[in-house]
């Protein structure tokens, strides 16, 4: 089953407004969950590292004030992208690694569809 | 720049054939390997990892890597139209993250 969920799946919004989009690791806890980006027929493109208790990290050439990430608590990695525009529209994952006993096996969201008219 | 190369495709091979799938990467201090399937509109889903030189086999699936080499393959045996899909080579170092190469989309015809 499932052991990362994103919400909401996909949203459609005017360009201006702000999207919220939740990542939650559902049966153990993420210190650290990633946020991507993936355009059409593109790779994923990793946009930032969501760190719990501190502030994110951001890969170079993204806009931190533009995508708001916010890891509230262990199991819960929020990004907010303010202002959104049509060049916005894309598909974001999150992914959170869960820690085995040896190795760790990174893990990753179904996705949210954004949709910027 | 870590860089992680593949192919693009599409790989095209006929049902019950074996798909070789191949990916080189520029990090030598790369430690972590992993094979992704992704279909369209989806997000990626693990299909193997492995993190010493060698093969690793699970059901159809054999993942070979060669770090002198800087070299990582995924062979699909006995491949089925639902394999079908794109195929993401993930590289990763001594932190969490991992570095992405663009994907072979393979096509399984029957």
């Known amino acids: 089953g499932a052991v990362v969920s994103q919400h909401p799946s996909r949203v459609i919004c005017k360009s201006g407004t702000s999207v919220k989009i939740e990542c939650r690791s559902l049966?153990?806890?993420?210190?650290?969950m990633f946020w991507y980006r993936q355009f059409p027929k593109q790779s994923l493109m990793l946009m930032a590292t969501s760190n719990e208790g501190s502030k994110a990290t951001y890969e170079q050439g993204v806009e931190k004030d533009k995508f708001l990430i916010n890891h509230a608590s262990l199991t819960l990695s929020t990004l907010t992208v303010t202002s959104a525009h049509p060049e916005d529209s894309s598909f974001y994952i999150c992914s959170a690694p869960r820690r085995g006993t040896s190795t760790d096996t990174q893990y990753f969201g179904p996705g949210t569809r954004l949709t910027v008219l | 720049q870590k860089e992680v190369e593949q192919n693009s495709g599409p790989l095209s091979v006929p049902e019950g054939a074996i798909a070789s799938l191949n990916c080189t990467y520029s990090d030598r201090g790369s430690q972590s390997f992993f094979w992704y399937r992704q279909y369209s509109g989806k997000s990626p889903e693990l299909i193997m990892s492995i993190y010493s030189n060698g093969d690793k086999e699970d059901g159809r699936f054999t993942a070979q890597l060669n770090k002198a080499s800087q070299y990582v393959s995924l062979l699909i045996r006995d491949s089925q139209p639902s394999d079908s899909a794109t195929y993401l080579c993930a590289v990763g170092d001594n932190t969490d993250k991992l570095i992405f190469g663009t994907g072979t989309r393979l096509q399984v015809f029957p």
């Open positions: 049966d153990f806890q993420a210190t650290t």
